[in-house]
């Protein structure tokens, strides 16, 4: 069970006699909700998966560090991997005009660089191999907004899609519906409440991110989208759009059929 859904049968204090207590009466509740056991291959795929989630944050941190220290001295770039392959290409131009001690650091950050992208290729490579070789995680692949990270990281974390009554529910678990506080029948929506998986909604958002600005490009491709994005600002329609995307993936994990606009 989750921890949060055990919290409120704890009656006072902190201590393990309280807190067997509060389990022994959450796990007695009807509408209790229980954690699917993962299997063993879908623990280590969800490893590769955070693995490269660190170092690709960690090259992020590199690459705004060389920027930073570069811009100093004048050296200054557009941004994207073009402009990080420019930036190491005018820092290798730029080495008599540096002092020796910034060119000596300056090298070991590109160098870290280089390093970070040949791990994260290989990390990439083998969640590539699983994602082939998994029937969800290619059923998911045919979603738009769905890539093969973001398809065998679901299809990894989700072992039994059964376990949520609806599409809904598993956008909700997801943290993205919006936040509810309503009181005395009004009703009131907030947000989008970010609980659940952070890593999985981050993934359908840059997902959903793609698919609006190709839609932006040529309204054709989803008039559904093109319509909100006419009546909403574009990081609002932009989270509808990975809302959506999540309701497909379970209609699809629970059909095991593939997806067909």
């Not at 909604?201 to 309204?219: S, W």
Request: proline fraction near 5%; charged fraction near 25%; glycine fraction near 6%.
């Amino acid at each position: 069970m989750p921890p949060a859904y055990v919290k409120p049968y704890v009656k006072r204090g902190k201590t393990d006699a309280a807190d067997a207590e509060a389990i022994c009466e959450a796990v007695t509740r009807p509408t209790m909700r229980f954690v699917a056991v993962k299997s063993r291959a879908q623990q280590g795929v969800l490893i590769l998966h955070k693995t490269r989630d660190l170092l690709v944050r960690q090259r992020t941190a590199l690459i705004n560090a060389l920027r930073a220290h570069l811009a100093e001295f004048g050296i200054v770039t557009a941004t994207g991997p073009g402009g990080v392959k420019a930036l190491t290409t005018l820092l290798n131009d730029a080495r008599d005009d540096l002092p020796a001690h910034a060119r000596m650091a300056l090298s070991s950050l590109v160098a870290q660089l280089d390093k970070l992208a040949a791990e994260i290729e290989r990390l990439e490579a083998e969640i590539m191999v699983w994602h082939r070789s998994d029937d969800t995680s290619r059923r998911l692949a045919t979603i738009p907004g769905i890539g093969p990270i973001t398809a065998s990281a679901i299809a990894a974390s989700v072992p039994d899609p059964t376990q949520f009554r609806s599409g809904r529910q598993f956008a909700a678990w997801l943290g993205l519906t919006p936040r509810s506080n309503s009181s005395g029948g009004k009703e009131r929506l907030g947000g989008i409440t970010k609980q659940g998986d952070g890593y999985l909604r981050r993934l359908l958002v840059i997902g959903a991110t793609a698919v609006v600005r190709m839609v932006r490009r040529d309204p054709r491709h989803q008039p559904w989208l093109a319509s909100l994005l006419e009546r909403k600002t574009v990081r609002v329609a932009t989270v509808g759009l990975a809302n959506k995307t999540a309701r497909i993936a379970w209609a699809v994990m629970t059909r095991k059929e593939v997806y067909a606009a």
